[in-house]
């Protein structure tokens, strides 16, 4: 395994990152993975992460979209739109 995977991998790193921060690596990982040329367990590693990464985008997504939905509930319960 490269030094990039198995130090980046922990999910104290992975809960820590924006979402901005884990699309970018993500991108990183789906690009390397394209580009061929890795062994097995370096390819596999990659993939590890990326799904890893993928989740935590998810997670923001997801995140984001219930704090819109509490934001348009609470401004149709009071009739004024959200700032």
Not at 12 to 26: C, F, G, N, V
Request: charged share 30%.
């Amino acid at each position: 395994m490269t030094e990039n995977n198995s130090s980046a991998s922990s999910p104290e790193s992975l809960d820590s990152l924006s979402y901005e921060e884990a699309r970018e690596q993500l991108m990183g990982v789906v690009s390397r993975l394209e580009a061929g040329g890795a062994s097995l367990e370096e390819s596999l590693a990659l993939w590890e992460r990326g799904e890893a990464l993928a989740k935590r985008c998810e997670d923001w997504l997801e995140g984001a979209r219930k704090r819109l939905a509490t934001a348009r509930d609470a401004s149709n319960d009071t009739g004024t739109a959200p700032q």
